[in-house]
């Protein structure tokens, strides 16, 4: 039964690997995008290298997750997933500013 927590906790923490990997490449299409519509403009940074460190902070927590075998009381692998989830929410949240020019 172990095993079994440990496979579904790796696939279900590579699905939000390739979730960020979208976010990535959309980040990036945007930023490469918008210099190119607007040579003579500001530069608008998405800065979208920032995407990776949730990555490796969601591999860490995925890892230690794998190895305990349990979803809590991992204090390493909780905090992997709060700082990761933190760096995702300020970098998605800067990203989603630019997209629709600030507008709520």
């Excluded at 095993?3 to 939000?16: A, E, N, Q, R």
């Excluded at 190119?36 to 920032?50: A, D, I, K």
């Amino acid at each position: 039964m172990a095993t079994w927590l440990s496979i579904l906790t790796v696939y279900s923490w590579v699905l939000v690997g390739g979730v960020v990997y979208i976010l990535i490449h959309i980040a990036r299409f945007y930023e490469k995008k918008y210099a190119e519509l607007y040579r003579s403009g500001p530069r608008q940074r998405t800065f979208y290298p920032l995407f990776l460190v949730p990555l490796f902070f969601f591999l860490i927590a995925a890892a230690r997750y794998a190895l305990v075998g349990d979803l809590a009381g991992d204090v390493w692998g909780d905090l992997a997933f709060f700082l990761g989830g933190i760096v995702l929410g300020a970098c998605a949240y800067h990203l989603q500013g630019l997209m629709t020019g600030g507008r709520r």
